[in-house]
């Protein structure tokens, strides 16, 4: 079946480098996609969301893009912070029928001082 | 606003016992969602709820079942657990929309040995 991937399980970034997480998709029906992030020991926080009909969406010092025709999706975070640190999960709908949302295994995000 | 929560936080359970998991959902919300996370990996999708019938459900066999209640709130029941069950189990909720994002608790932390 079609499902949510990454490219890279871990990720280390310098404390004020900009880091780049990505994720793969193969659900050409999915129209929506979220980023999560997850702390130890807490649930997924939403972080941006970007529909099908966007290229970009900006939020504070995230953005998101999204490449339909290699079916692709990135975040980037400008100006790593300790904080950062956490397990980043992409997200797809791939039906509009009900918004459940289908996860891909996610990247460790490291970032050192 | 109250977020999603859940209960029990942690859970100790035996092969072959029953478990019955707790979620009230965000305030305005009547969407339930419910997903598996093993250790190290990304949320499993194994049903969702919207007004108090099941709408959609992963690859999940029978024994987990579930219930959502007029306000809401969802059951999440495990039959005959198995040592695989073993996982945080996470509820989120939402307005039930296409192309919404989903809020999530913090999770039960679910042991079977």
């Known amino acids: 079946g079609e499902s949510v991937g990454l490219h890279l399980p871990t990720l280390s970034v310098q404390e004020g480098d900009n880091s780049i997480i990505n994720c793969a998709y193969s659900n050409s029906a999915s129209d929506y996609f979220i980023w999560y992030k997850q702390e130890s020991g807490k649930g997924p926080q939403f972080i941006i969301d970007?529909?099908?009909?966007?290229d970009k969406r900006q939020g504070q010092r995230v953005t998101v893009l999204l490449n339909k025709t290699v079916k692709h999706l990135s975040l980037q975070i400008a100006a790593t912070q300790p904080g950062d640190s956490a397990v980043y999960f992409c997200?797809?709908?791939?039906?509009?029928?009900?918004?459940?949302?289908?996860f891909g295994a996610g990247t460790r995000l490291t970032v050192k001082p | 606003e109250t977020g999603v929560t859940q209960s029990p936080t942690h859970l100790i359970k035996t092969r072959g016992q029953q478990v019955t998991l707790r979620c009230s959902s965000q305030s305005g919300h009547n969407t339930v969602s419910w997903y598996q996370q093993a250790l190290g990996q990304g949320p499993q999708f194994i049903f969702q709820?919207?007004?108090?019938?099941?709408?959609g459900r992963g690859n999940f066999p029978p024994r987990f079942s579930g219930l959502q209640f007029p306000n809401y709130s969802s059951e999440l029941n495990v039959n005959a657990l198995e040592l695989d069950d073993s996982a945080l189990y996470l509820c989120?909720?939402?307005?039930?929309?296409?192309?919404?994002?989903?809020?999530f608790g913090s999770g039960t932390q679910l042991s079977v040995l």
């Open positions: 989120a909720s939402s307005g039930g929309r296409a192309n919404e994002k989903l809020f």
């Open positions: 970007i529909r099908s009909n966007m």
């Open positions: 709820y919207y007004r108090e019938e099941e709408n």
């Open positions: 997200a797809e709908e791939p039906s509009s029928n009900n918004n459940d949302m289908r």
